[in-house]
């Protein structure tokens, strides 16, 4: 499910004799071998970027997935790529995460519909970015890059998640649970540091850390940004 595979000397993926197993979700292509796939049923392949043989079936297609930079091993998405917006659903909502722990499910095109994408990387608009490590006593500094707009930043015991459209999903813990981090909102570009408290009780200590983005000319739409996790230490 959500896998990745191109630019293998040999095929991209091999079902064995006896595996029942399904490939959802997922981009195959530009690999070595005289197929992509080899052993599936037009029926085990679902929602993929594939050979053409399963093109215009389950939700298939065979196209240029429009990686960013292949040479670069950038596999992430274009925002023209054929791929945006069109995974089945069900299994993204299983999934919650991308490959780069950002929601499953976003909004690309800041429209208001948050659709998953095949392949490893979701493509977000918005991106949570970390500077420094949770040493006890020490100092962390977030922000959020992405275009005009402003951040709520927020934390939790990674003991749940919750769907919130169009903005993803929220992967960091229980909603009820979560802990406002800093001010009670700040501009997306802004840094803010925060000084990881000195009390030796914290090690060891588990977190997740993510914010929500909205849209400065149109705060109806935006993105839960990627997640971060953490342990509090004291080396």
């Known amino acids: 499910v959500h896998a990745t595979v191109t630019g293998n000397v040999g095929m991209g993926v091999v079902r064995g004799p006896g595996h029942q197993g399904s490939l959802v979700n997922s981009i195959v292509r530009a690999n070595g071998g005289p197929t992509q796939l080899t052993g599936f049923s037009p029926t ?28 670069q091993e950038d596999l992430a998405l274009q925002p023209t790529s054929p791929c945006l917006g069109v995974a089945e659903l069900a299994a993204a909502n299983a999934t919650l995460v991308d490959a780069l722990e950002a929601s499953r499910r976003l909004d690309h095109a800041l429209s208001g519909t948050d659709l998953p ?8 608009v918005f991106k949570l970015h970390i500077s420094g490590q949770p040493q006890i006593g020490t100092m962390q500094v977030y922000s959020v890059s992405g275009p005009p707009g402003f951040v709520i930043l927020f934390a939790g015991l990674l003991d749940g998640h919750a769907s919130l459209s169009p903005f993803g999903f929220e992967t960091v813990g229980q909603f009820a649970n979560l802990i406002p981090v800093g001010p009670p909102s ?19 200590f588990r977190f997740g850390v993510q914010a929500i983005a909205f849209l400065a000319s149109d705060p109806s739409k935006g993105q839960f940004t990627n997640r971060y996790r953490g342990r509090f230490y004291n080396p």
């Open 117 to 124: 994408d095949m392949g490893a990387y979701e493509r977000p």
């Open 186 to 204: 700040f501009a997306v570009g802004q840094p803010l540091a925060l000084i990881v408290s000195g009390a030796p009780s914290l090690e060891g």
């Open 44 to 71: 085990s392949v679902r929602n993929s970027n594939v050979d053409a043989a399963f093109a215009g079936q389950n939700g298939n297609l065979a196209a240029p997935p429009l990686f960013v930079n292949v040479t």
